[in-house]
């Protein structure tokens, strides 16, 4: 199985940008798709952004698209999150996520692999 483990988050200002990067061990992330989730308190864990398993597709919701972008390097067993125009509603833990199928998928529940998540505070 997988193992997960987020990192690049941190307090960031408004409209600030900031990168998170999903590393992976204990077996190839190309056998993988990916996705990215946020959860703030007393809140469901919400679909951030999804790419298929080589990266031909992706997914991005609505309340960020334009502003993120998920990436993927298969060689290095990384995926990453690109956040640009950082607002405080962006606040929360953000957890990366893995499948073992070729496409993205935007619920939680499709995901069988999840990292420890990472904090990210955005402040006005």
């Known amino acids: 199985q997988v193992q997960l483990v987020e990192s690049g988050g941190g307090l960031v200002q408004a409209v600030g940008s900031l990168r998170l990067s999903c590393a992976a061990s204990?077996?190839?992330?190309?056998?993988?798709?990916m996705g990215w989730f946020r959860q703030v308190p007393v809140s469901e864990r919400t679909f951030i952004a999804g790419?298929?398993?080589?990266?031909?597709?992706?997914l991005i919701a609505e309340s960020v698209k334009g502003r993120f972008s998920i990436s993927r390097d298969n060689a290095k067993n990384t995926i990453y999150l690109q956040m640009n125009s950082l607002t405080p509603q962006d606040t929360a833990v953000y957890y990366c996520?893995?499948?073992?199928?070729?496409?993205?998928?935007?619920?939680?529940?499709?995901?069988?692999?999840w990292g420890q998540g990472t904090k990210v505070p955005v402040s006005a």
């Open positions: 996520a893995g499948r073992p199928a070729v496409l993205h998928a935007d619920l939680r529940t499709d995901y069988n692999r």
């Open positions: 204990g077996r190839s992330v190309s056998n993988y798709a």
């Open positions: 790419i298929s398993m080589i990266g031909l597709s992706t």
